[in-house]
């Protein structure tokens, strides 16, 4: 693996340039260019604003933001794991004719979605900003906790960079794939705390037998423990409604799971390097591929 991290160095300029190829080809000949990036969660999160804050009457301070915080890291997760899985397999025709390292393809996939994160997470923050000034500059939004951004997304990204090597190698052979990732990233937006809270599982689940054991068990999902941190992170903790039996309530916000988190950022790495080695292992049979 060392001798592959070494290559992959040396072939580094092509990786710049395929990321920077990659961002220019989205958004070629198109007036709103990155911002296009940001409609589509803005729409989504205006539309869950509107049924689940003002027709369904839902209390909690600062809907729309903990939903963002939320729904922006499980964009770029969906369309990174989706673009990598054609990576490889679109490039084919290159890669029978010229060698360089094959990692780069669903790298260049990932690292260019990684900076549509970054700079949708710099608009977020100016969003938080502006709001806290239409509020009166009642309640500043930014906490110490910020400081912990840059850690999370480092590990996001080893966590997404991971199942990508993974899931372009095996594309490659089994077409199949793509179409399951994309089955499975439709099912884990409702299994993960976006459109609602961990704190509605929690009270969900508190008063029933082996229910903690369960909640535990639903945090395990890294994306899950990823979403919930990214609110920690990003919104100052307020009151969230939840249902307990047949009545609404408002609770204030969980304490942080630091033993589950630190779960995720070791599966995170693992999958990062068995990720690496799987992918470095297949792509020598890219070639035989008919």
């Given at each position: 693996?060392?001798?592959?991290l070494?290559?992959?160095?040396?072939?580094?300029?092509?990786?710049?340039?395929?990321?920077?190829?990659?961002?220019?080809?989205?958004?070629?000949?198109?007036?709103?260019?990155?911002?296009?990036?940001?409609?589509?969660?803005?729409?989504?999160v205006?539309?869950?604003?509107?049924?689940f804050?003002?027709l369904?009457?839902?209390?909690?301070?600062?809907?729309?933001?903990?939903?963002?915080?939320?729904?922006?890291?499980?964009?770029?997760?969906?369309?990174?794991?989706?673009?990598?899985?054609?990576s490889?397999?679109?490039?084919?025709?290159?890669?029978?004719?010229?060698?360089?390292?094959?990692?780069?393809?669903?790298?260049?996939?990932?690292?260019?979605?990684?900076?549509?994160?970054?700079?949708?997470?710099?608009?977020?923050?100016?969003?938080l900003?502006?709001?806290?000034?239409?509020n009166?500059?009642?309640?500043?939004?930014?906490?110490?906790?910020?400081?912990?951004?840059?850690?999370?997304?480092?590990?996001y990204?080893?966590?997404?960079?991971?199942?990508?090597?993974?899931?372009?190698?095996?594309?490659?052979?089994?077409?199949?794939?793509?179409?399951?990732?994309?089955?499975?990233?439709?099912?884990l937006?409702?299994?993960?705390?976006?459109?609602?809270?961990?704190?509605?599982?929690?009270?969900?689940?508190?008063d029933?037998?082996?229910?903690?054991?369960?909640?535990?068990?639903?945090?395990l999902?890294?994306?899950?423990?990823?979403?919930?941190?990214?609110?920690?992170?990003?919104?100052?903790?307020?009151?969230?409604?939840?249902?307990?039996?047949?009545?609404?309530?408002?609770?204030?916000?969980?304490?942080?799971?630091?033993?589950?988190?630190?779960v995720?950022?070791?599966?995170?790495?693992?999958?990062?390097?068995?990720?690496?080695?799987?992918?470095?292992?297949?792509?020598?049979?890219?070639?035989?591929?008919?």
């Open positions: 693996m060392r001798e592959n070494k290559e992959l160095w040396k072939f580094r300029e092509l990786l710049f340039a395929m990321v920077e190829r990659e961002l220019r080809i989205r958004y070629k000949n198109s007036f709103l260019g990155f911002f296009w990036s940001l409609l589509n969660p803005l729409v989504t205006a539309v869950m604003t509107l049924v804050k003002y369904l009457a839902n209390q909690t301070d600062s809907f729309s933001a903990y939903i963002l915080a939320a729904y922006l890291p499980f964009m770029f997760f969906n369309m990174a794991l989706l673009d990598s899985a054609q490889v397999l679109v490039a084919l025709p290159v890669v029978k004719k010229v060698y360089f390292p094959r990692e780069i393809l669903p790298l260049a996939a990932v690292i260019s979605n990684f900076i549509h994160l970054a700079l949708a997470m710099v608009v977020f923050l100016v969003y900003f502006v709001v806290w000034g239409v009166g500059f009642q309640g500043f939004p930014f906490t110490w906790r910020l400081g912990f951004l840059p850690f999370l997304l480092v590990i990204l080893a966590l997404t960079t991971g199942l990508a090597f993974i899931i372009s190698a095996l594309n490659v052979f089994y077409e199949d794939v793509k179409y399951i990732i994309s089955v499975l990233l439709y099912l937006f409702f299994l993960t705390p976006i459109m609602y809270f961990s704190e509605t599982v929690w009270y969900a689940l508190k029933r037998p082996s229910g903690e054991l369960v909640y535990t068990l639903y945090h999902n890294p994306i899950a423990m990823m979403a919930t941190a990214f609110r920690k992170v990003l919104v100052q903790p307020g009151d969230i409604e939840v249902k307990s039996g047949a009545e609404s309530i408002m609770v204030g916000s969980l304490p942080f799971n630091w033993g589950l988190f630190g995720t950022c070791l599966v995170s790495l693992f999958l990062l390097v068995y990720g690496y080695h799987v992918f470095n292992k297949l792509k020598w049979r890219f070639v035989e591929r008919p």
